[in-house]
C-alpha cells in the first residue's frame, strides 16, 4: 500500500497544481489581454484529465484477482499508460495546429509583464512537477505515471512557447511575435515523439511482448541449475503488464522412474531458483514431464 500511497500523493499535487496554474494564467491572460496565456491556461487545464484517469488506473491496478479476473487487475496500468500517451500525443499536435493556424494573426496589444511572469512560474512549476512524477514512476516502474510526468512536461513546453510569444511582443514588436509559433512547433514534435513512444511500449506490454534475451537467459540459467532437471522446452515468458512484473511458463524433463513427489520437489525448486535470480517473475508455471526431447 505504501506505493499506491506515494503514487496517488504525486498524483493529486499534480491535478491541484494544474488547477491553481490553470486559473492563474486565464485569470493573468483576461487581466493583461494574452490570448497566448489563456490558451496556456485551457491546455494546463486538460492536463486534469490525464491526472484524473492516472488516478483511476493506479489505484484499478492494485485490485486483487477478483472472479472477473483471475490475474490480477496489472495491465490496467499499461491501458492508463497508452490513453496518456495519445492524450499527449493530442495535445503536441493542438499546440503545433494552433501555432500554425494563428502565425498570420497580429499579438500586439499585450498590456504588461504580468503573463510573462505566469508563463514563467508555470514553466518552473510543471518542469520540477515532471522530475518528481517521474523519480516516482521509475522507482516503481509505473508506465502510467511516466506518462503522466511527460504529460506535465507538455505543459511547461507549451508555457515556454507562450513566454518566447509574450516576450517577443513586449519587447520587439510584431514582428518579433513569431517566436511563440516557432518554439512551439519544435516542441511539439519532441512532445509527438515521446507521446508515440510511450503509446508504444504501453501497447507491447498488452500484447504480450516478451521480457529482454538477457532475462529471458538468466532464467533459463536458473532452470539448469536445479539438481534433476534434464531438460526443458516451451519456455514462455510474457510481461504481466504492470511495472517489471513477468509471467513465465516451461515443461521440465526429469527422470522417468521417480515419484510424483520427487517431482513436485524439483519443480518448487525450480520456481524458488527463478524467482531468487529474478524477483520481477511473479508467476511460473512448471510442468513435469519424463526426460525425452530436445532442450531449448
Known amino acids: 500500500m505504501e506505493q499506491l500511497q506515494i503514487e496517488r500523493r504525486v498524483t493529486v499535487a499534480g491535478l491541484v497544481l494544474n488547477?491553481?496554474?490553470?486559473?492563474?494564467?486565464?485569470?493573468?491572460?483576461?487581466?493583461?489581454?494574452?490570448?497566448?496565456?489563456?490558451?496556456?491556461?485551457?491546455?494546463?487545464?486538460?492536463?486534469?484529465?490525464?491526472d484524473i484517469m492516472v488516478l483511476w488506473g493506479i489505484r484499478a491496478a492494485k485490485?486483487?484477482?477478483?472472479?472477473?479476473?483471475?490475474?490480477?487487475?496489472?495491465?490496467?496500468?499499461?491501458?492508463?499508460?497508452?490513453?496518456?500517451?495519445?492524450?499527449?500525443?493530442?495535445?503536441?499536435?493542438?499546440?503545433a495546429g494552433e501555432a500554425i493556424y494563428t502565425i498570420s494573426q497580429r499579438h500586439?496589444?499585450?498590456?504588461?509583464?504580468?503573463?510573462?511572469y505566469m508563463a514563467i512560474s508555470s514553466i518552473v512549476t510543471k518542469e520540477l512537477l515532471?522530475?518528481?512524477?517521474?523519480a516516482v514512476g521509475r522507482k516503481f516502474n509505473n508506465p502510467a505515471i511516466i506518462a503522466n510526468a511527460w504529460h506535465h512536461r507538455s505543459d511547461a513546453f507549451s508555457s515556454i512557447a507562450?513566454?518566447?510569444?509574450?516576450?517577443?511582443?513586449?519587447?520587439?514588436?510584431e514582428?518579433?511575435?513569431?517566436?511563440?509559433?516557432?518554439?512551439?512547433?519544435?516542441?511539439?514534435?519532441?512532445?509527438?515523439?515521446?507521446?508515440?513512444?510511450?503509446?508504444?511500449?504501453?501497447?507491447?506490454?498488452?500484447?504480450?511482448?516478451a521480457p529482454r534475451s538477457d532475462t529471458?537467459?538468466?532464467?533459463?540459467?536458473?532452470?539448469?541449475?536445479?539438481?534433476?532437471?534434464?531438460?526443458?522446452?516451451?519456455?514462455?515468458?510474457?510481461?504481466?503488464?504492470?511495472?517489471n512484473r513477468i509471467e513465465?511458463?516451461?515443461?521440465?524433463?526429469?527422470?522417468?522412474?521417480?515419484?510424483?513427489?520427487?517431482?513436485h520437489e524439483i519443480a518448487s525448486q525450480v520456481e524458488q531458483e527463478i524467482r531468487r535470480t529474478n524477483p520481477d517473475v511473479t508467476t511460473i508455471v512448471v510442468h513435469i514431464e519424463p526426460e525425452e526431447g530436445k532442450e531449448d
Not at 21 to 47: E, F, P, R, T, V
Not at 233 to 243: D, E, N, S, V
Request: with cysteine; hydrophobic share 50%.
Open 162 to 173: 507562450a513566454a518566447a510569444g509574450i516576450a517577443g511582443a513586449l519587447i520587439g514588436g
Open 216 to 243: 529471458q537467459q538468466q532464467m533459463k540459467n536458473a532452470i539448469r541449475a536445479i539438481p534433476g532437471v534434464r531438460g526443458f522446452h516451451a519456455f514462455r515468458a510474457r510481461h504481466a503488464g504492470a511495472g
Open 108 to 116: 500586439g496589444g499585450v498590456r504588461n509583464w504580468l503573463p510573462f
Open 19 to 50: 488547477i491553481l496554474l490553470s486559473g492563474g494564467k486565464i485569470l493573468a491572460g483576461i487581466l493583461a489581454s494574452s490570448s497566448a496565456i489563456i490558451a496556456d491556461g485551457l491546455h494546463s487545464l486538460s492536463d486534469l484529465a490525464s
Open 63 to 95: 485490485m486483487p484477482p477478483d472472479e472477473d479476473h483471475h490475474y490480477g487487475h496489472f495491465r490496467y496500468e499499461a491501458v492508463t499508460a497508452l490513453l496518456v500517451g495519445v492524450l499527449l500525443c493530442g495535445a503536441a499536435l493542438f499546440i
Open 130 to 134: 515532471y522530475w518528481w512524477t517521474r
Open 248 to 263: 513465465m511458463d516451461v515443461h521440465i524433463q526429469v527422470d522417468p522412474s521417480i515419484s510424483v513427489q520427487q517431482g
Open 175 to 209: 514582428r518579433w511575435s513569431f517566436l511563440d509559433h516557432l518554439t512551439a512547433v519544435l516542441l511539439a514534435s519532441f512532445l509527438v515523439y515521446i507521446g508515440v513512444k510511450i503509446v508504444r511500449d504501453a501497447w507491447h506490454r498488452l500484447c504480450d511482448q
